[in-house]
């Protein structure tokens, strides 16, 4: 099997990551495994295994015929069979097989304002899933909305996986006392919610001024970041709250960390919560998306509802509070994540459902 990764940028975010770990895990599985990038690049880059076929179409506008023929002629080259789409890299896609009808299309769906599938209405996808194989959905409300709006009956929920080895050497060095840190991995995006952080800190500052809250992801340097850093000021929460961007080596941050939490307020299935279990890290987390069917309160992280200050507030200092918990909750969830979220057993159902699929196609 010929599989190549399609994505439009290389930019940290859960679709770019999950096109990456594919790519680098099938390369260990398949004949062939590629990754191509279509607008641009970005930091994880550097994480592509260098097995991998790589190649940067550099789209410039939304049909742009010249990255199409580089795409048609890398499929070509390479005797491609299967080009597995992330997100709305699906244009290009179904482009080049209009040129090339045999090339078989999966598309991936990580889209994350699960919680409001009634409203997403997208007519182009919707004619064009008409030439999709199957579809994968990153959570099984995702799959149900696939199969009620679209025109492809075959389609899957397969969860995220974290890479067996993802990050690179590089070592990051965190601000705040040892021992004492709290960790968010969410680029900087409203449905992220990263307000109910700084707030939760102006409440434990008084009661815990040595902890520390470490905030990684891309700021796009919009309005959401400007207000986030001008409440930080405001609040007084420089020594308290702190902002390092996108990195490629998040678990080393993580493996200085106590405790992790993530306010969203909207989801899919977030790889930084399979990074928290895998680094053996406490929890605070909302019930959006896949999540509560990956975590049960009170058995290996807590659970609160979106926006609940009272809720993540308590929720941190119980932790805080209580070291042995902290790590029974993080080691249960390292469990749980370990035996059901790998990239052996995804990716070993992945090709499963691909050689059924295929086979119903001939």
């Not at 550099?58 to 580089?70: E, P, S």
């Not at 899957?156 to 050497?169: A, M, Q």
């Amino acid at each position: 099997m010929r599989i190549v990764q399609l994505i439009d940028t290389l930019e940290p975010g859960g679709a770019e990551r999950m096109a990456v770990n594919y790519a680098n895990a099938l390369v260990k599985k398949i004949t062939f495994s590629g990754l191509i990038a279509t607008r641009s690049e970005g930091l994880l880059l550097a994480q592509i295994d260098e097995r991998v076929s790589y190649n940067f179409l550099k789209k410039r506008k939304v049909i742009d015929f010249q990255a199409i023929r580089k795409l048609r002629k890398y499929l070509i080259e390479n005797k491609i069979d299967i080009i597995h789409a992330h997100s709305s890299s699906f244009f290009a896609a179904v482009l080049v097989k209009f040129t090339l009808p045999n090339v078989k299309i999966v598309w991936h769906d990580h889209y994350g304002i699960s919680q409001d599938l009634v409203s997403r209405k997208n007519l182009v996808l919707k004619f064009f899933s008409y030439f999709f194989l199957g579809i994968i959905a990153v959570n099984s409300e995702l799959r149900y909305w696939a199969k009620s709006y679209l025109f492809c009956s075959n389609s899957i929920y397969l969860p995220n996986f974290i890479e067996d080895s993802c990050d690179s050497n590089e070592t990051v060095t965190l601000k705040g006392e040892e021992g004492k840190r709290i960790i968010c991995v969410a680029n900087l995006r409203p449905q992220k919610n990263h307000n109910l952080i700084v707030d939760a800190a102006a409440v434990l500052k008084n009661k815990f001024p040595d902890w520390s809250f470490h905030l990684f992801g891309k700021n796009f340097e919009d309005l959401y970041a400007t207000h986030l850093l001008q409440k930080v000021r405001n609040l007084k929460l420089q020594e308290n709250v702190f902002f390092y961007g996108a990195i490629n080596n998040i678990g080393s941050a993580l493996q200085q960390c106590d405790i992790a939490v993530l306010p969203s307020l909207s989801e899919g299935l977030p790889l930084a919560l399979l990074e928290y279990g895998l680094n053996k890290l406490p929890v605070v987390v909302t019930d959006v998306g896949e999540i509560p069917n990956i975590v049960i309160s009170g058995e290996d992280g807590i659970i609160i509802q979106s926006s609940d200050l009272n809720g993540f507030t308590i929720a941190i200092e119980n932790l805080i509070s209580d070291k042995i918990w902290r790590k029974e909750l993080g080691l249960r969830l390292y469990c749980k994540i370990s035996e059901n979220y790998s990239e052996k057993i995804i990716i070993d159902r992945y090709l499963l459902k691909l050689d059924r699929w295929l086979g119903c196609a001939l």
